[in-house]
């Protein structure tokens, strides 16, 4: 059975702060995508989408909310947190989002929407699904005995900061 989820009047003026930023973003010459981070009913971070303004194809606006979130809370773990974003996360900032153990995702336009202006990200979906010898881009294997290396350094670490 599908879940039901409410959506309050304070939920959708936190996603029209995410498509305000979308929009801003457009005029000034960034991506069309925003989101903002939202903790105890309150903004704490914003940001839209930057990957051609910064030269940074990672500089996405849930990257991007996600990272201001973190600096202003001072952590890497935004348990209690919620993400509003102007359009459904790419497989990129879905990992993001579940790394940073935000618990709740709001979206506007979704992947077919993205789709019709040309952001597609079918393919990387698509490629998920293949066996590492079968993908577009090569990957390939190499050195692991010396890479375990770093793994066993870590596993013996005592004061390590789990994440």
Do not use: Q
Request: proline fraction near 4%; charge should be negative.
């Amino acid at each position: 059975m599908d879940k039901v989820f409410y959506i309050s009047e304070k939920d959708k003026e936190m996603m029209r702060e995410a498509i305000r930023l979308a929009n801003e973003s457009v005029k000034n010459g960034g991506g069309p995508f925003g989101a903002v981070v939202v903790k105890d009913g309150e903004v704490v971070a914003g940001s839209a989408n930057s990957v051609t303004v910064d030269n940074d194809p990672t500089a996405h606006a849930e990257v991007n909310a996600i990272r201001k979130a973190c600096r202003k809370l001072g952590t890497f773990d935004l348990t209690g947190c919620t993400i509003y974003t102007s359009c459904e996360p790419c497989p990129m900032c879905l990992g993001a989002i579940y790394w940073a153990h935000i618990e709740r995702i709001y979206y506007g336009n979704n992947r077919k929407d993205a789709r019709e202006i040309d952001f597609a990200d079918d393919f990387i979906y698509d490629e998920l699904e293949k066996p590492l010898d079968s993908r577009s881009v090569p990957i390939i294997p190499m050195l692991r005995d010396e890479a375990l290396e770093t793994f066993r350094l870590w596993s013996e670490k005592t004061d390590k900061v789990e994440y």
